[in-house]
């Protein structure tokens, strides 16, 4: 993946819903119009080579169990995999500074996902084929149990190009050396191509003819591409005449991630199994609005060619694997328990200076399970199990009624580093909101419109997190509830607004999406992964997640509260409340 820092601001006052929303959408119409004409990144050389080591480290805001490296810069998770019962986290790393810059392949093992052990890069720029950098891509294990990376280098002309690289020891349980023969690349941009939006392979899938398959994501002028290759010994590859997959006007596409799921349950399937009982999904991350957008859809294996079920759209308004500070991601197949992991990486909202001063900047997300939903609609994600190791005091909470403007706090727990998880009960939907459908589209700005301030029939109702006592300062994550005219519409959201006493330094977003749920219960359901500047959360037991980053002043370490709140005329029940205080994860 290609990093660009975010350089265009819009800023909307809100006369009325109606014009806020038709304001919007000239606003994103002239922004994706700039920013394709703005295909350069920017880059800070004063600070690529800035060792962390001149800066005091500050743990001001560090995460104590998501994964981080000591210091520096980090992005995309490459190549994650399990191989003889090691999880291999490769990811994108600046050895040498806390921007984008000087890219290798990182590397760190583990037996659980959750404490990582890290080693000495894995790939790092040495040959023609890669000396301008050594850029995202995926592992395979081929038959025999033999792994293979696929990666993007950039050669001496700059131009990207795939290569591949091999363990030099199969029999170390670390795979900590790796070998990138001379017959490099594989796979280079040919005639007509971009050759600066040619970059990520894809883990490989074999089809019943003995050919291996990757894609790599590209553009042609503002449609995004999945390009397909073909290969039967993973040395030579042939691009197949047409992509395996494209959309128009969604620009270029980056960390694509192709494979199957399972109609029936929550196992995970072989990346190259093909079948009358599974479906296909398509992700991909947008380098026009760096958020991922993915598709639930069908493989035809004998004409090579994806076709998305018309149930989401194609495009920069479709589905969400987060609605939040979340890119990159990739997924693999773990055949140790049968289940399908995505790893994502989450960037800092502050400014490239801050990061050169605390001497850090990214960081990677829980491991999550990822399934297909019974509704066969969309996908549900639930961070892995093994994450609960980490769980230490308890607090439990049932039949606690929060009437409007009321604010309960939870106590008992770390509330800097938590895990909680809430259920609420909601006795009437009577009062919901109408809903207006122009709305549809635009959650985000939705969630802006109607905060947590603003009072709503069902809703706001959630918790505030990394709370300051007197709530000068707080990251809400909330439902509100509307009625629709078939039905009654969820909106989830994580807004950042009032999240730091730094607003002129920070990105403060407001995060949203709807949710696909059944309310004939009355009942909805959240988790929040609570970490110093990270907030996961998991709406209606994953089917909507949204990541949010966010840097306290004052709700710091022992000075950080939690609170469920509701600001509806309508009273909300906390029918059960679990929250564990987090133990830090082992990351030598």
């Given at each position: 993946?290609?990093?660009?820092?975010?350089?265009?601001?819009?800023?909307?006052?809100?006369?009325?819903?109606?014009?806020?929303?038709?304001?919007?959408?000239l606003?994103?119409?002239?922004?994706?119009?700039?920013?394709?004409c703005?295909?350069?990144h920017?880059?800070?050389?004063?600070?690529?080579?800035?060792?962390?080591?001149?800066?005091q480290v500050?743990?001001?805001?560090?995460?104590?169990y998501?994964?981080?490296?000591?210091?520096?810069?980090?992005?995309d998770?490459t190549?994650?995999?399990?191989?003889n019962g090691?999880?291999?986290?490769?990811?994108?790393?600046?050895?040498?500074?806390?921007?984008?810059?000087n890219?290798?392949?990182?590397?760190a093992?583990?037996?659980?996902?959750?404490?990582?052990e890290?080693?000495?890069?894995?790939?790092?720029?040495?040959k023609?084929?890669?000396?301008n950098?050594c850029?995202?891509?995926?592992?395979?294990?081929?038959?025999?149990?033999?792994?293979v990376?696929?990666?993007?280098g950039?050669?001496?002309?700059n131009?990207q190009?795939?290569?591949?690289?091999?363990p030099?020891?199969?029999?170390?349980p670390?795979?900590?050396?790796?070998?990138?023969?001379?017959?490099?690349?594989?796979?280079?941009?040919g005639?007509?191509?971009?050759?600066?939006?040619?970059?990520?392979?894809?883990?490989?899938?074999?089809?019943?003819d003995?050919?291996?398959?990757?894609?790599?994501g590209?553009?042609?002028?503002?449609r995004?591409?999945?390009v397909?290759?073909?290969?039967?010994?993973?040395?030579?590859?042939?691009?197949a005449?047409?992509?395996?997959?494209?959309?128009?006007?969604?620009?270029?596409?980056?960390?694509?991630?192709?494979f199957p799921?399972s109609?029936?349950?929550?196992?995970g399937?072989?990346?190259?199994?093909?079948?009358?009982?599974?479906?296909?999904?398509?992700?991909v991350?947008?380098?026009?609005?760096?958020?991922?957008?993915?598709?639930?859809?069908?493989?035809n294996?004998k004409?090579?060619?994806?076709?998305?079920?018309?149930?989401?759209?194609?495009?920069?308004?479709?589905?969400?694997?987060?609605?939040?500070?979340?890119?990159?991601s990739?997924s693999?197949?773990?055949?140790?328990?049968?289940?399908?992991?995505?790893?994502?990486?989450?960037?800092e909202?502050?400014?490239?200076?801050?990061?050169?001063?605390?001497?850090?900047?990214?960081?990677?997300?829980?491991?999550?399970m990822?399934w297909?939903?019974?509704n066969?609609?969309?996908?549900?994600q639930?961070?892995?199990?093994?994450?609960?190791?980490?769980?230490?005091?308890?607090?439990?909470?049932?039949?606690q009624?929060?009437?409007?403007?009321?604010?309960?706090?939870?106590?008992?727990?770390?509330a800097?580093?938590?895990?909680v998880?809430?259920?609420?009960?909601?006795p009437?939907?009577?009062?919901?909101?109408?809903?207006?459908p122009?709305?549809v589209?635009?959650?985000?700005d939705?969630?802006?419109?109607?905060?947590?301030?603003?009072?709503?029939?069902?809703?706001?109702?959630?918790?505030?997190?990394l709370?300051?006592?007197?709530?000068?300062?707080y990251?809400p994550v909330?439902?509100?509830v509307?009625?629709a005219?078939?039905?009654?519409?969820?909106?989830?959201?994580?807004?950042?607004?009032?999240?730091?006493?730094?607003?002129?330094?920070?990105?403060?977003?407001?995060?949203?999406?709807?949710?696909?749920?059944?309310?004939?219960?009355?009942?909805?359901s959240?988790?929040?992964?609570?970490?110093?500047?990270?907030?996961?959360?998991?709406?209606?037991?994953?089917?909507t997640?949204?990541?949010?980053?966010?840097?306290?002043?004052l709700?710091?370490?022992?000075?950080?509260?939690l609170?469920?709140?509701?600001?509806?005329?309508?009273?909300?029940?906390?029918?059960?409340?679990?929250?564990?205080?987090?133990?830090?994860?082992?990351?030598?």
């Open positions: 993946m290609l990093y660009k820092y975010p350089t265009f601001v819009v800023v909307i006052s809100f006369l009325s819903a109606m014009d806020s929303f038709k304001f919007f959408s606003i994103l119409l002239v922004f994706s119009l700039w920013l394709t703005n295909a350069s920017h880059i800070f050389p004063e600070f690529q080579s800035l060792s962390a080591e001149v800066f500050k743990q001001f805001h560090r995460t104590g998501h994964f981080q490296p000591p210091n520096n810069w980090i992005n998770p190549g994650p995999m399990q191989f090691i999880y291999h986290l490769f990811y994108q790393y600046n050895p040498k500074g806390a921007v984008w810059g890219i290798v392949w990182a590397h093992v583990s037996k659980d996902m959750i404490n990582w890290s080693l000495d890069p894995a790939i790092y720029p040495t023609p084929f890669d000396i950098g850029w995202s891509g995926s592992a395979t294990i081929l038959p025999g149990k033999k792994p990376i696929l990666y993007t950039v050669d001496t002309q131009h190009v795939q290569n591949y690289a091999i030099a020891n199969h029999s170390d670390y795979l900590r050396e790796w070998v990138k023969p001379d017959d490099n690349p594989i796979a280079a941009p005639e007509g191509m971009n050759a600066s939006a040619f970059r990520d392979p894809t883990t490989a899938w074999k089809g019943k003995g050919h291996w398959r990757i894609v790599v590209s553009k042609r002028k503002h995004g591409m999945a397909l290759y073909r290969s039967r010994d993973f040395v030579h590859w042939i691009k005449q047409h992509p395996l997959h494209s959309s128009a006007k969604t620009g270029m596409w980056e960390c694509p991630d192709f799921v109609l029936h349950d929550k196992t399937l072989d990346t190259s199994l093909v079948g009358a009982n599974l479906k296909h999904v398509m992700k991350s947008l380098d026009v609005t760096r958020f991922e957008y993915y598709t639930i859809g069908t493989y294996p004409k090579d060619r994806y076709v998305p079920d018309n149930t989401s759209e194609d495009g920069w308004g479709g589905l969400r694997y987060d609605y939040g500070n979340y890119y990159a990739k693999f197949f773990d055949d140790a328990t049968n289940r399908r992991i995505l790893m994502g990486w989450s960037n909202s502050d400014t490239p200076q801050n990061d050169v001063d605390k001497g850090w900047a990214g960081i990677q997300t829980i491991p999550r990822l297909l939903d019974s066969m609609k969309q996908l549900v639930w961070p892995i199990e093994e994450l609960e190791t980490l769980r230490g005091d308890k607090v439990e909470i049932s039949n009624q929060i009437k409007k403007g009321e604010y309960f706090e939870v106590t008992g727990i770390t800097a580093q938590a895990d998880d809430v259920t609420f009960l909601l009437s939907l009577d009062n919901a909101e109408q809903f207006d122009s709305w589209k635009n959650a985000e939705l969630c802006g419109l109607k905060g947590t301030n603003v009072q709503g029939g069902v809703g706001p109702f959630g918790l505030l997190t709370a300051s006592k007197y709530l000068e300062e990251t909330f439902f509100r509307f009625k005219a078939q039905k009654h519409v969820v909106l989830m959201c994580s807004d950042a607004r009032s999240s730091s006493l730094k607003k002129s330094e920070l990105y403060t977003p407001s995060f949203a999406g709807f949710v696909n749920v059944d309310l004939a219960d009355g009942k909805l959240l988790r929040s992964l609570i970490d110093h500047s990270i907030v996961e959360s998991f709406g209606a037991k994953g089917k997640c949204i990541t949010s980053r966010v840097y306290p002043t709700a710091v370490f022992n000075d950080a509260h609170y469920a709140f509701n600001n509806g005329t309508e009273t909300v029940t906390i029918e059960s409340l679990n929250a564990w205080s987090m133990k830090n994860a082992q990351l030598k």
